[in-house]
């Protein structure tokens, strides 16, 4: 084969990727609010966040912090929002690139999101409950050291996600491969995969409507920056989670799914025997507990967690 049609052949190759590239980009459709509510938005360090509160303000503030992995976003809780806000004021926020908030090619790490829970926390809110699923949970833990915290409910926190690979990261990030390789991991049938193998028991309750949004969300400018870092390990925490909440006095409960296997319940049970936390076990559940079984999860927080009586202030 002449050299020269290898390159046409190479060029066509990459045209067609390029032109693959931005047609997904383009079929992305605005990035609606999926939560009951008021939408606000709160700059931090020039980036701006979108947030969303439901609920009375004189009832106890409760922020909840979605998971981390493509196409993320507060659209995670849509099951339980409504239902919280019957008891709690209710924030429910994107984290930095991710969902409704902006997402620029920053470096994303742990200690940043660490940063972001606790400066909102302080402005925003008012000694909340914090309800962090998944690697957020080690964001909430390294903020509550240095803000006022009500209480933490962790469900399937994840300290350790998988070896830092800064390779990763730097090969995600490139204009042609990393946007076409980002593509391939934020396809719906890998969405819908991660949701099937780790996010719930029952594959039936995966909707189309969730797979969507998690794939518009997916598809949004500068969308694959922070699951990056992620998928590098960049965002894992650099302490021990059980040394860290041994040393916490904010009351804390681990939340689990039974047949969790991304981060098995046993590893629920070694966290909570070696700091001394309380474990709740959801049956029939795997990593989103909350939303396959909202009904069980709101019961168990409106039994557990302190609440206004009608007509209290804070």
Same mark, same amino acid.
């Given at each position: ?13 990459? &045209? ?29 360090? &020039?980036?701006?966040?979108? +947030? ?16 981390? *992995? ?6 995670? =809780? ?9 008891? +709690? ?18 470096? *994303?790490? &742990?200690?940043?999101?660490?940063? =972001? ?21 080690? =964001? ?18 994840a300290d350790e996600t998988t070896d830092e690979r800064p390779w990763v990261r730097t090969l995600l990030r490139t204009p042609i491969v990393g946007t076409t390789l980002y593509n391939l991991l934020a396809s719906k049938p890998s969405i819908r995969y991660f949701y099937d193998r780790d996010g719930y028991y029952d594959a039936d309750r995966i909707s189309a409507a969730e797979v969507d949004y998690a794939w518009d969300s997916a598809h949004q400018s500068g969308a694959r920056y922070a699951p990056a870092s992620f998928a590098a390990g ?49 049956? *029939? ?11 069980? =999860?709101?019961? +168990? ?9 009608? &007509?209290?202030?804070?």
């Amino acid at each position: 084969m002449k050299a020269r049609t290898v390159l046409g052949a190479a060029l066509g190759t990459v &045209g067609g990727v390029v032109l693959g590239n931005r047609l997904l980009k383009r079929r992305a459709s605005d990035l609606e609010n999926p939560l009951v509510g008021i939408e606000r938005t709160y700059r931090w360090r &020039g980036i701006e966040t979108t +947030y969303t509160v439901a609920g009375d303000p004189n009832d106890p503030d409760m922020l909840l912090l979605h998971g981390v *992995y493509a196409g993320a976003s507060s659209h995670e =809780f849509e099951p339980i929002v409504e239902r919280l806000a019957e008891n +709690y004021h209710v924030y429910a926020v994107d984290l930095p690139g991710f969902g409704r908030s902006e997402r620029p090619p920053l470096v *994303y790490s &742990g200690a940043l999101y660490g940063e =972001f829970v606790r400066d909102f926390a302080d402005e925003i809110t008012d000694e909340p409950i914090v309800v962090a699923s998944s690697l957020s949970g080690t =964001f909430a833990v390294d903020a509550a050291g240095e803000t006022g915290l009500e209480r933490l409910v962790l469900i399937c926190p994840a300290d350790e996600t998988t070896d830092e690979r800064p390779w990763v990261r730097t090969l995600l990030r490139t204009p042609i491969v990393g946007t076409t390789l980002y593509n391939l991991l934020a396809s719906k049938p890998s969405i819908r995969y991660f949701y099937d193998r780790d996010g719930y028991y029952d594959a039936d309750r995966i909707s189309a409507a969730e797979v969507d949004y998690a794939w518009d969300s997916a598809h949004q400018s500068g969308a694959r920056y922070a699951p990056a870092s992620f998928a590098a390990g960049a965002l894992d925490p650099d302490f021990d989670l059980a040394t860290e909440l041994a040393a916490l006095e904010i009351p804390t409960t681990l939340v689990w799914g039974r047949d969790a296997e991304l981060v098995p319940l046993r590893e629920g049970r070694n966290l909570a025997e070696a700091a001394d936390l309380d474990l709740v076990v959801v049956d *029939y559940a795997t990593q989103l507990p909350h939303a396959e079984h909202p009904d069980t =999860f709101v019961e +168990y927080l409106s039994a557990e967690l302190p609440r206004a009586d009608a &007509g209290s202030s804070k």
